[in-house]
Every structure is written in C-alpha cells, then in structure tokens.
C-alpha cells in the first residue's frame, strides 16, 4: 500500500478509495472509521484556516458566510457515512454562521454562469452611463 499510495500520490487516486474505506467502516473496521474520522477532522482544519484567513465569519466568529461543498468525497455519501454532513458538523461547532450549499451543477458550470452574470452586470451600467452622457450632451 505504501508504494501504491506514493508511486502517484494525486489526490483523485487517493480518493478514488474513499467509497472502500467507507465499506470497511461500515462493515465495522476500527482502522477505516478511523481513517474517515481523520478525515473530517483535517478537511474541516483545512476550511477553518480559509474561513480564519479571509475573516469569512466576522470578527466574534458568529457572522453567516457560505460554503460551498464540491467534490466527490464531500458530496457522495453511503449508507451512515456521508463525509460532507460530518464536516459541517465539525465547523459548525466553531463557526455557527456556516451555510453549506450543495450545488446542483458542476463547479464550471457556476462559474461560467457567475462570470456571464459579471459581464451583463457590467454591460448594463456601461449602457447606463452611455445614456446618461448622451442626456447630458
């Protein structure tokens, strides 16, 4: 496992095991719910040193920001074990604001839509100003 696990260490290779390791803990393997448990807790570390960082949760902590969960082992679930759910309990606990938002569309599809809302946004006020120069002439 050693050797396979550092011969392509990418993280889709890695991942690609979760819905095994998933099995085994829900067959009652203490190593593999132990391996989730581990899990949670580092991918949660991870999103309270972001939501830390960019002061997402304001200043006591409590303020409302969302995150988004993407990704096949924090949207997949199985069973007892769904991965996402765990992490929001866990930033929960120190961030109580957290609205965790489960899209309905692929990640490229949200931004390409985000970035076409950007573009008409900023067409219109182009427009808008254009007009307003014209009234003024």
């Given at each position: 496992m050693f050797r396979w696990t550092y011969a392509d260490p990418s993280w889709a290779r890695i991942a690609a095991l979760v819905p095994a390791v998933v099995i085994c803990a829900e067959a009652g393997d203490e190593v593999a719910n132990n391996i989730l448990l581990e899990s949670v807790q580092e991918l949660a570390s991870s999103v309270k040193a972001v939501v830390d960082r960019l002061g997402l949760c304001g200043q006591?902590?409590?303020?409302?920001?969302?995150?988004?969960?993407v990704g096949g082992v924090l949207t997949a679930h199985r069973g007892s074990w769904d991965i996402g759910k765990e992490v929001i309990n866990c930033i929960s606990k120190?961030?109580?604001?957290?609205?965790?938002?489960?899209?309905?569309v692929e990640p490229a599809v949200g931004a390409a839509w985000l970035a076409w809302n950007?573009?008409?946004?900023?067409?219109?006020?182009?427009?808008?100003?254009?007009?307003?120069?014209?009234?003024?002439?």
């Open positions: 006591d902590g409590k303020s409302s920001f969302p995150l988004v969960m120190q961030f109580p604001g957290v609205i965790p938002i489960r899209p309905k950007f573009i008409m946004k900023e067409y219109k006020e182009l427009k808008n100003d254009e007009v307003n120069y014209e009234r003024k002439m």
